[in-house]
């Protein structure tokens, strides 16, 4: 029961470790977000959980805790799924809020569940030795998450860059109307006709890695689901 108890700690603490890094990182890389502000997107979970986690005490109290783990990991599938399936370039900053309390707020049910049973069957001489194990394993399994999911995102990005390179040549029709365009809007700008070429090229190629980037998250998201 305690092998087990932690096993499903680890899973969460590295949910919840490796989605506080993966949305700032992603606000901050593609939307051009500040530090500050990326954080301050978060903060709409952190108030969401002040009144989730009396909520689930009062659930643990009530039900098995095995059926609110459930119910929990459930939450989290269906969050990290609604998460991968519109995260986007243009989501604006209250949406990136709303993403964050949609992944958060399954945390209260599957850790206060997870902490109570994790002590079933276990003489209370032990507790201090089961809250500091518990509280390793949530730790371990985020430095594992963070670490697979930055290196998922990495590669990701990599393997769809590479797909999307295939259709920027001179033969490919959409390639070549789309140079036309921005050349055409590029030369009636600042950058005048000698440099419009060249300028419509880096536009479409900084949208390119901007889109596979975006892809390489939402990949990374599906996983997590």
Do not use: K
């Not at 033969?171 to 070549?176: A, F």
């Not at 300028?199 to 890695?209: D, E, H, K, N, V």
Request: with cysteine; net charge positive; proline share 4%.
């Amino acid at each position: 029961n305690f092998a087990v108890c932690s096993f499903l700690m680890m899973i969460t603490g590295g949910i919840l470790n490796a989605s506080t890094v993966l949305q700032p990182q992603f606000t901050q890389q593609l939307l051009g977000y500040t530090a500050t502000i990326a954080g301050l997107a978060l903060s709409g979970g952190g108030v969401v959980l002040l009144f989730m986690f009396p909520i689930a005490g009062q659930a643990v109290s009530r039900f098995p805790a095995r059926n609110i783990i459930a119910f929990g990991f459930t939450l989290y599938t269906c969050a990290f799924f609604y998460s991968a399936i519109r995260l986007n370039l243009g989501m604006s900053f209250g949406f990136a809020t709303w993403l964050r309390i949609v992944q958060v707020v399954s945390i209260p049910f599957v850790f206060i569940s997870v902490t109570t049973a994790a002590y079933f069957g276990l003489p209370q001489e032990l507790n201090n030795q089961v809250s500091g194990l518990i509280n390793f394993a949530r730790n371990i399994g985020g430095s594992i998450l963070i670490s697979l999911t930055g290196a998922f995102v990495t590669e990701s990005t990599a393997f769809h860059q590479n797909n999307f390179l295939q259709h920027l040549h001179p033969g490919d029709p959409v390639y070549q109307g789309r140079v036309q365009s921005l050349t055409g809007a590029l030369s009636a700008s600042r950058l005048g006709p000698a440099n419009a070429a060249s300028g419509a090229t880096a536009r479409i190629y900084s949208s390119l890695q901007a889109q596979t980037a975006t892809q390489g998250y939402v990949d990374v998201y599906f996983a997590l689901a």
